[in-house]
């Protein structure tokens, strides 16, 4: 295992503000090093709710997992990480991402060369970050005149890119400060992590500059069948947006795939939860008692990760699930 490897926490904030912050003051009390929140618009808003965890905490850097440049501009991106990064200077980190396919399926929206609005909303994001206008920018998926920010940025904000598919991640190691990688199985993460430092090398970065994150669902509790129950919810959504090949490796039906995605775009949860199998639970997820969990865990390092995060759902009660990983699981990873 690398002995730099940090171990960072999902957040969705789908309760009230002050129950995510506390999460988060827990969170970094147990030795977490990062803190992500989804970025979904049925929820509370990231960026409010990443403002008041910034206010609450004292060190621990947070980031948004993941923005997605369809649905908020990036200029606006820009603008809204610089202003956290006054609230935390030093402790914000910009994570984009033009996936999810059921949430843009469910706005109406397409998702037009999302390889080309990735890099462009990058190059948009980091130069107003650093201080520097785009004018008469003519991308193929973003055209702007002339923006920039009123107030300096007094840190560089790491951008960080969400991707599954070979590309995508090739495009995170290339332009990314760290890739955020939606797996949860080793070989879907060994084939990943070789993706992005080939695209590290083919931009002449070294292949430790970039932070590469195994960004996994997890679900922990000391009974079995408890954490299973937690963890298929979150496992439907992630089966829905999946690229066909990663589904094809899995032995996943591409059919049936389909009817999960469909039923969560009308609205049908539980018609789409009766759907997810225990295979596709120990495709996506790290699930299990926290013994299973730390095995699992310690194989995903192997991969050559440099950060693991316990993402959603993480269990069935959020607050116990924080205290039982810390007290049973990063303790056999962190000194």
């Not at 037009?112 to 990058?122: G, T, Y």
């Not at 008692?289 to 959020?318: A, H, Y």
Request: glycine share 8%.
């Amino acid at each position: 295992m690398n002995k730099m490897t940090k171990f960072g926490i999902e957040f969705v904030p789908k309760e009230v503000y002050w129950r995510t912050t506390y999460y988060a003051i827990q969170a970094e009390r147990g030795g977490f090093d990062n803190l992500w929140i989804t970025d979904h618009f049925i929820n509370r808003n990231v960026y409010v709710t990443l403002s008041m965890i910034l206010a609450h905490t004292n060190k621990i850097i947070v980031g948004t997992g993941v923005t997605n440049p369809y649905l908020l501009s990036p200029i606006s991106t820009a603008g809204a990480v610089a202003s956290l990064n006054e609230i935390g200077p030093g402790r914000t980190i910009c994570g984009i991402g033009a996936g999810d396919l059921t949430t843009l399926q469910q706005a109406g929206v397409e998702a037009i060369k999302p390889l080309s609005a990735m890099r462009e909303s990058i190059n948009i994001i980091r130069s107003l970050t650093s201080g520097n206008a785009v004018q008469n920018f003519e991308g193929k998926v973003f055209k702007i005149q002339a923006a920039n920010l009123a107030f300096k940025v007094r840190q560089k904000i790491p951008i960080y890119v969400g991707a599954q598919g070979p590309k995508m991640l090739k495009l995170a190691g290339e332009v990314g400060d760290g890739a955020l990688i939606n797996a949860s199985h080793p070989h879907d993460l060994e084939n990943a992590v070789r993706a992005v430092k080939e695209g590290a090398l083919s931009a002449n970065k070294p292949v430790d500059s970039v932070d590469i994150v195994a960004y996994t669902s997890f679900s922990v509790n000391k009974d079995e069948e408890k954490a299973l129950k937690a963890a298929i919810p979150v496992v439907s959504f992630i089966v829905a947006g999946s690229p066909e090949g990663i589904l094809e490796k899995h032995s996943i039906s591409l059919e049936v795939a389909k009817e999960i995605r469909e039923s969560l775009v009308k609205g049908d949860f539980p018609g789409a939860f009766s759907k997810v199998t225990s295979e596709m639970v120990d495709s996506f997820a790290v699930c299990g008692t926290p013994d299973k969990c730390v095995e699992k865990v310690s194989t995903i390092l192997k991969t050559g990760v440099t950060q693991f995060v316990v993402g959603s759902p993480i269990g069935g009660n959020v607050r116990k699930s924080i205290n039982l990983i810390t007290k049973s699981i990063l303790p056999h990873f962190k000194n």
